[in-house]
């Protein structure tokens, strides 16, 4: 098979004195988001997918948030380490779709920002990468504004 799909989904609460990081960008908001690393659900989500595309397991298999050496790391950094997984597999990307899920702030000014920290990241075109925000018309936990979700699926393609 010459192609493979992923899935992945990443949940944090927000909370008080933590920075706000989705793609990479830091967002403007009182809240940000609590988590062993920088808790980037977007990012996180997409490293899943591409994990998932190849049965290679969760983040967290490789990035154990108790181990104090993923203390707030960077989500870019650990996207860039399974990428480089991913390709010395003999795969690389064809593309990513993804969705964020949270009801303030309004994402839509940090979208294409996102998008090229990822791109960059990845060694990928901009295009390459899609990003939607929605929100979770005031329902459960997103809804209430207690975290904030993100899903996101990868088509890998052999090399």
């Given amino acids: 098979m010459?192609?493979?799909?992923?899935?992945?989904?990443?949940?944090?609460?927000?909370?008080?004195?933590?920075?706000?990081?989705?793609?990479?960008?830091?967002?403007?908001?009182?809240?940000?988001?609590?988590?062993?690393?920088?808790?980037?659900?977007?990012?996180?989500?997409?490293?899943?997918?591409?994990?998932?595309a190849l049965s290679l397991g969760d983040i967290g298999h490789y990035f154990p948030p108790d181990d104090p050496k993923w203390a707030g790391a960077d989500s870019l950094v650990l996207l860039s380490q399974v990428n480089q997984l991913v390709r010395s597999q003999g795969w690389q990307i064809g593309n990513i779709d993804s969705v964020i899920v949270a009801e303030r702030p309004k994402l839509k000014p940090h979208i294409n920002t996102m998008r090229d920290r990822l791109s960059a990241t990845l060694e990928l075109k901009s295009d390459q990468i899609g990003i939607k925000a929605t929100t979770n018309e005031k329902l459960g936990p997103v809804g209430r504004e207690e975290g904030i979700a993100a899903y996101a699926v990868a088509l890998l393609v052999r090399d």
């Avoid at 944090?12 to 609590?34: A, F, M, N, W």
């Fill in 2 to 52: 010459n192609i493979r799909i992923g899935n992945g989904y990443d949940i944090h609460k927000l909370g008080t004195q933590r920075r706000l990081i989705l793609g990479g960008v830091d967002i403007p908001h009182e809240l940000g988001l609590i988590g062993h690393s920088d808790a980037d659900v977007l990012t996180h989500a997409i490293m899943d997918a591409m994990l998932g």
